[in-house]
């Protein structure tokens, strides 16, 4: 069983940045992939960011390329979320999730992970 806690949220204005963390319980926690999700009002659940466990590879979906970047510290047991130049339309709240064995060609599907955290409020006001 593994336990994700996200935090870092937070009320900004258009353009500024926010680092959101994650951090996961369990001895085995380079081997899980982590992912960040979110979900605005009324929308479903998007994919955000991903890295594989074990030195693998990131992966982004294209309306944050370039702004956001996922990295992960294993002594920490911890991902994080570097947000950069942001929207309104970023605004949502943001999960973290943790699954083992994924795929490259499942990783950005919610159904992939098997533990998620309870969310963080991000804000973007322009």
């Known amino acids: 069983q593994v336990q994700v806690a996200e935090s870092g949220g937070g009320l900004v204005q258009v353009g500024a940045s926010l680092r959101l963390s994650c951090a996961a319980s369990?001895?085995?926690?380079?081997?899980?992939?982590m992912g960040w999700f979110r979900q605005g009002p009324g929308a479903e659940r998007e994919f955000v960011a991903a890295?594989?466990?074990?030195?693998?590879?990131?992966f982004y979906a294209d309306s944050v390329k370039g702004r956001f970047t996922i990295s992960r510290d294993n002594a920490k047991n911890t991902v994080y979320l570097q947000m950069n130049s942001l929207k309104p339309e970023d605004t949502a709240l943001y999960y973290c999730?943790?699954?083992?064995?994924?795929?490259?060609?499942?990783?950005?599907?919610?159904?992939?992970?098997?533990?998620w955290g309870q969310g963080t409020q991000v804000t973007v006001s322009s």
């Open positions: 369990g001895p085995t926690f380079r081997t899980y992939s």
């Open positions: 999730a943790a699954g083992l064995r994924i795929i490259n060609t499942t990783i950005r599907r919610p159904g992939a992970y098997d533990y």
């Open positions: 890295m594989k466990g074990n030195g693998g590879g990131t």
